[in-house]
């Protein structure tokens, strides 16, 4: 960045805390150019999981969690920032354009930005304690002033209908071997890898009374408390958008974001449910049969609640470096 040398640092520290975003099986397709006054994001399309994410969905949305991580964090280190999303339709790949200027920090946003190394995408059980309304509300909220939308799915008739789409996802998906052999490159991973789903953070799949079924990872090491038998209490997100553009799938991570940090602010555990979204029979029947606008298009289901009583910390998932994703805007 132009002016003192702070200035650099300070986008520096921000692009580290961006690298921490949620991605789908952490495969972090992003990379960011960093000129004089401004920081350049791209989608890194050599990062998309063909069998996983066809049409790029998860990708522009793990990409928009990235960019509101870093608004949250320049905002954080006293940075305002001008975005212009989608600014040069020659380039599909090129998804936003930040301008950081200098503003004041408040207190909410110092908060936002420390749940950022907190924030666990947490696959174990949840508690029985349901989450507040109030807190719920205010997650909803989030969504509206994005201008995307955000159902919470409570009628157990309509539960049932996400159940039975993330199952009929997931025979699908386990049917097609290319499906199964980008799951099992990706998850799995040992302590050296930058990338991907540890073992470490992955549960062994079964079945809790009110769990949405979750994606089976390969070789999960992440052992659980012994079950109490009583139900898990989540909140089931839907975050819809009026239109089915490459801008709403960005705009959908960068509220996704927004909800995951607020969440984890709160002290609840959370973790993104896409499966029954990656394949088109299912997230037409989730449009046509659960949203509650049936022409809004859903884009990601999330699922919040709060960690069962004595739950160990999850370990950090890796993230590459800083030197691999970041580099200087050339002309």
């Avoid at 509300?137 to 209908?161: D, F, M, Q």
């Amino acid at each position: 960045m132009a002016g003192p040398g702070s200035d650099e640092e300070t986008v520096r520290a921000a692009l580290r805390l961006a690298l921490r975003a949620p991605s789908v099986h952490n495969c972090q397709p992003w990379r960011w150019l960093v000129g004089p006054a401004s920081v350049h994001l791209y989608a890194d399309g050599a990062r998309q999981l063909p069998a996983t994410d066809p049409h790029g969905r998860d990708l522009l949305m793990s990409c928009g969690a990235a960019l509101d991580h870093l608004l949250v964090a320049l905002a954080s280190l006293g940075r305002g920032a001008r975005v212009r999303r989608m600014p040069n339709p020659a380039h599909p790949g090129h998804l936003a354009v930040v301008e950081p200027f200098p503003h004041p920090a408040a207190d909410d946003d110092a908060a936002l930005a420390a749940a950022i190394p907190r924030r666990r995408t947490d696959r174990r059980r949840f508690s029985p304690w349901p989450v507040p309304p109030e807190l719920v509300g205010e997650l909803l909220e989030l969504a509206r002033v994005r201008g995307v939308g955000l159902e919470a799915i409570t009628e157990p008739a309509v539960r049932w209908k996400l159940f039975h789409a993330i199952t009929t996802a997931a025979e699908h998906q386990a049917a097609d071997p290319a499906y199964a052999a980008e799951l099992a490159a990706w998850s799995g991973r040992g302590a050296g890898s930058d990338d991907g789903v540890p073992a470490a953070n992955a549960p062994a799949p079964h079945e809790v009374p009110g769990q949405m079924p979750l994606r089976p990872y390969a070789d999960p090491e992440l052992l659980q408390a012994p079950s109490t038998g009583e139900p898990e209490n989540a909140a089931l997100l839907l975050l819809t958008t009026p239109t089915d553009s490459a801008l709403d799938w960005l705009r959908a991570g960068e509220a996704t974001s927004a909800i995951l940090l607020t969440a984890t602010r709160h002290g609840l555990a959370s973790s993104p449910l896409t499966q029954p979204l990656e394949v088109e029979d299912t997230r037409e029947y989730i449009r046509s049969r659960v949203t509650s606008a049936h022409t809004f298009h859903p884009q990601i289901l999330l699922r919040i609640g709060w960690p069962t009583a004595g739950a160990e910390e999850l370990p950090p998932t890796p993230r590459r470096p800083l030197e691999d994703v970041v580099a200087p805007l050339t002309v």
